[in-house]
């Protein structure tokens, strides 16, 4: 049992890595919200003085706003639907006995260890260009007219190019807890003559709920500050740019960082606001 001596001297050896943790978010979320309320232009005057919630009426104003929050929401909620029903599907398949299991399982979650700057210059390259890419020559091969993606179908491409960088990781959670399940239910429920779609849906999906919620909120934390994949491929053209690339845009190609600290703020509710409605529709199942 804990005495009053060892607690205290626990909260004094975690004293020092708390407050590291404090001072590694407070102090850029102090920065930011001091710049928000200036008018600061590095390479235009430098501080220009206070001018109150003037940034934070002009960024929510700007007709950029707007349609980068729904480019924003649209990649994340399509990449959440492809890699929640992928991972499902893999992480069955994956718990299936199977010849070089362990090479196969390897091979799938690599693509979640290569960096995202990486991954979207394969896609890109490789995979997207309209005349050389692997896909320009399968369309060929069909008879069909190879398609610019990055241009005809940017925000597709996007989510195709971030939901392979994430599928490894919701495969991997998912795997974890089809493998925890009681094979003795699915034994007899086989035995009592259940179809599969009804053994899927009423034991493997309730039995994952809890893992889909975690793949849920940990992979939106991680997309609504989603950029290097856009700076990389498109730009932040062809309705592409989220509200992390237009903070940016503010930020370094127009050097004003009140403008953007402003816009960083927005994008700390926004974050918030979706954690919040995450975790009261799906969060529940975390107690279930």
């Given at each position: ?80 639907v ?39 210059l ?9 005349v050389n890419?692997?896909l ?32 490894p ?82 930020v ?16 700390i ?10 975790m ?9």
């Amino acid at each position: 049992m804990a005495t009053q001596h060892s607690r205290s001297v626990a909260r004094l050896m975690m004293a020092p890595a708390v407050v590291l943790l404090l001072g590694w978010m407070l102090v850029p979320l102090t920065m930011t919200l001091y710049f928000s309320f200036k008018k600061y232009l590095p390479l235009r005057g430098g501080d220009l003085g206070w001018v109150g919630f003037d940034n934070y009426v002009r960024f929510v104003s700007s007709s950029s706003f707007w349609p980068a929050v729904q480019a924003t929401l649209m990649i994340v909620g399509g990449v959440l639907v492809i890699t929640v029903m992928l991972g499902i599907l893999l992480a069955m398949l994956l718990d299936q006995p199977m010849w070089g299991q362990g090479v196969v399982r390897i091979l799938v979650i690599a693509p979640f260890f290569v960096m995202p700057t990486v991954s979207a210059l394969v896609w890109k390259n490789m995979f997207m260009d309209p005349v050389n890419g692997l896909l320009a020559h399968l369309w060929r091969f069909f008879g069909a007219e190879p398609i610019s993606w990055l241009s005809e179908a940017s925000m597709t491409s996007i989510i195709m190019i971030v939901s392979w960088q994430w599928l490894p990781f919701a495969t991997l959670i998912l795997l974890t807890a089809i493998q925890s399940l009681d094979s003795e239910q699915l034994e007899a429920a086989e035995m009592d003559g259940a179809p599969v779609l009804k053994r899927f849906y009423h034991i493997i999906l309730p039995h994952l709920s809890r893992a889909i919620t975690i793949v849920i909120l940990i992979q939106t934390i991680f997309l609504l500050s989603i950029f290097a994949e856009i700076f990389v491929t498109t730009g932040g053209a062809f309705g592409t740019r989220t509200l992390t690339y237009l903070i940016f845009q503010r930020v370094l190609e127009s050097q004003n960082v009140g403008l953007g600290s402003a816009g960083g703020v927005y994008a700390i509710i926004l974050a918030n606001i979706v954690a919040i409605f995450l975790m009261r529709i799906v969060g529940k199942n975390l107690d279930a």
